[in-house]
């Protein structure tokens, strides 16, 4: 079993106990996800740290959705409630990087294509330039956030 998978394990056990609720429901949803992804495709297995990351990012990307949309509807207190849920699973997290440190790594990576192709990448070679870029970032910055980095990179204007 990872080691993330056991520390929100304790934690939830923690939070049972300190009776916290936004933790524990936070948690509990977050450990049956990992539990559905386990599962899901042809056979089940063990997911290790990194992919239990990746599920724990995708359910605060989930939070951070809805609270968006709560407060559209201007349900605040909906939206305050996916927003304590996300915190709580920021925590899990690694540190979000910066727009410039963002840049750092959409530009290394524009370096590096070129280096690789001998000449300068265009719009193109997007595909080769995220690649690289995504590896960098390493979960550290949403997807999105990446593309537009390496975007500006790559079509200047």
């Given at each position: 079993?990872s080691t993330l998978k056991e520390q929100l394990r304790a934690d939830l056990t923690a939070a049972m106990k300190a009776r916290d609720e936004v933790v524990k429901a936070t948690l509990r949803?977050?450990?049956?996800?990992?539990?559905?992804?386990?599962?899901?495709?042809?056979?089940?297995?063990?997911?290790?740290?990194?992919?239990?990351?990746?599920?724990?990012?995708?359910?605060?990307?989930?939070?951070?959705?809805?609270?968006?949309?709560?407060?559209?509807?201007?349900?605040?207190?909906?939206?305050?409630?996916?927003?304590?849920?996300?915190?709580?699973?920021?925590?899990?997290?690694?540190?979000?990087?910066?727009?410039?440190?963002?840049?750092?790594?959409?530009?290394?990576?524009?370096?590096?294509?070129?280096?690789?192709?001998?000449?300068?990448?265009?719009?193109?070679?997007?595909?080769?330039?995220?690649?690289?870029?995504?590896?960098?970032?390493?979960?550290?910055?949403?997807?999105?956030?990446?593309?537009?980095?390496?975007?500006?990179?790559?079509?200047?204007?």
């Amino acid at each position: 079993m990872s080691t993330l998978k056991e520390q929100l394990r304790a934690d939830l056990t923690a939070a049972m106990k300190a009776r916290d609720e936004v933790v524990k429901a936070t948690l509990r949803m977050t450990l049956t996800a990992v539990g559905n992804a386990e599962v899901a495709g042809t056979e089940a297995r063990q997911l290790d740290d990194v992919e239990v990351l990746q599920v724990i990012a995708k359910e605060a990307k989930k939070r951070a959705e809805a609270a968006e949309a709560f407060d559209a509807a201007g349900r605040t207190e909906q939206a305050a409630q996916e927003r304590a849920e996300g915190e709580v699973l920021a925590r899990y997290l690694p540190t979000q990087l910066s727009d410039d440190e963002l840049d750092g790594i959409a530009e290394q990576a524009v370096e590096d294509t070129a280096a690789e192709l001998g000449e300068r990448p265009g719009p193109r070679q997007m595909g080769q330039v995220m690649k690289k870029a995504t590896a960098a970032a390493a979960g550290r910055a949403d997807g999105g956030r990446v593309a537009a980095a390496v975007k500006a990179r790559l079509i200047p204007g």
